[in-house]
């Protein structure tokens, strides 16, 4: 059986890895990740990014909330130029330095078997049709590579993305694109490929897209921009795989 589930990361979490600090939401039910400002409940300024961010209803009200990691973009970042990520508020870092640990979402597949997965895919959509970009609210998204706890090591070159630049869900953009995920990242995301010789860098295996586990992991940072006032409730997060 396969299986595709969301969790979000705690920031009552106390170990490297994250795991310890992960709850499924309950998307079926309602259940998602909002957006506010310095705390819970509290608006996102126009033209501004989220200070906080939390496990909530569909609607933002909800009273058994509790606080994620937060990934607030602080600059965008070109193909050729890191973007950067400031983490619960501290000081910016570049991207490729930010620990998976730190990601607000996991997603992760799981099959009874070990398969390879690939055509991973992300987008950011209004809730009702995944061609429909969110209303309201742009989102800057990044996939993390970096297993190792430490930020004085870099990204894992096994990667969907090439960039280490957020990718900005808007709009104004046009027609909606997806987001390539790495293929086959392994369980907790600990595989990448024959490149990385570094054992620091936290992998354990360098399989590459060729790698099989019964699970998948995909840490991703996540960071909103209101474009008008209100709360953005036409908005949701769409990821697809094929496996094999």
């Given at each position: 059986?396969?299986?595709i589930?969301?969790?979000?990361?705690?920031?009552?979490?106390t170990?490297?890895s994250?795991?310890?600090g992960?709850?499924?939401?309950n998307?079926g039910a309602?259940s998602?990740?909002?957006?506010?400002?310095?705390?819970y409940?509290?608006?996102?300024?126009i033209?501004?990014q989220?200070d906080s961010t939390?496990?909530t209803?569909s609607?933002?009200t909800a009273?058994?909330?509790?606080?994620?990691?937060?990934?607030?973009?602080?600059?965008?970042?070109?193909?050729?130029?890191?973007?950067?990520?400031?983490?619960?508020g501290?000081?910016?870092?570049n991207l490729?330095?930010?620990?998976?640990?730190?990601?607000p979402?996991?997603?992760?597949?799981?099959?009874?078997?070990?398969v390879?997965a690939q055509n991973?895919k992300l987008?950011?959509?209004?809730r009702?049709?995944?061609?429909?970009?969110?209303?309201g609210?742009?989102?800057?998204v990044y996939?993390?590579r970096?297993p190792?706890?430490?930020?004085?090591?870099?990204?894992?070159t096994?990667?969907?993305?090439?960039?280490?630049?957020?990718?900005?869900y808007?709009?104004?953009?046009g027609?909606?694109?997806?987001?390539t995920?790495?293929?086959s990242?392994?369980?907790?995301?600990?595989n990448?490929?024959s490149?990385?010789?570094?054992v620091?860098?936290?992998?354990?295996s360098n399989?590459g897209s060729?790698h099989?586990?019964?699970?998948?992991d995909?840490y991703?940072g996540l960071?909103?921009?209101p474009?008008?006032i209100g709360s953005?409730?036409?908005?949701g997060?769409y990821f697809?795989i094929e496996?094999?």
């Amino acid at each position: 059986m396969a299986e595709i589930k969301f969790y979000a990361n705690s920031v009552t979490s106390t170990s490297a890895s994250g795991e310890a600090g992960y709850t499924v939401i309950n998307h079926g039910a309602g259940s998602g990740i909002g957006f506010y400002g310095s705390t819970y409940g509290i608006s996102v300024p126009i033209g501004s990014q989220q200070d906080s961010t939390w496990v909530t209803n569909s609607n933002g009200t909800a009273t058994d909330n509790y606080q994620l990691h937060n990934t607030k973009m602080a600059t965008v970042g070109t193909a050729s130029v890191s973007g950067t990520v400031s983490s619960n508020g501290l000081t910016a870092v570049n991207l490729a330095n930010l620990p998976n640990y730190l990601a607000p979402l996991n997603i992760r597949f799981s099959h009874t078997e070990a398969v390879r997965a690939q055509n991973c895919k992300l987008r950011i959509f209004d809730r009702n049709n995944i061609n429909n970009h969110a209303s309201g609210v742009a989102t800057y998204v990044y996939e993390l590579r970096h297993p190792a706890a430490s930020q004085s090591v870099l990204n894992l070159t096994h990667r969907g993305r090439s960039d280490t630049s957020w990718l900005e869900y808007d709009s104004a953009d046009g027609a909606i694109v997806d987001m390539t995920f790495t293929s086959s990242p392994g369980m907790s995301g600990l595989n990448s490929d024959s490149s990385d010789t570094d054992v620091s860098l936290g992998y354990t295996s360098n399989d590459g897209s060729a790698h099989t586990s019964a699970q998948h992991d995909w840490y991703v940072g996540l960071s909103a921009e209101p474009s008008e006032i209100g709360s953005k409730t036409d908005y949701g997060l769409y990821f697809t795989i094929e496996y094999l």
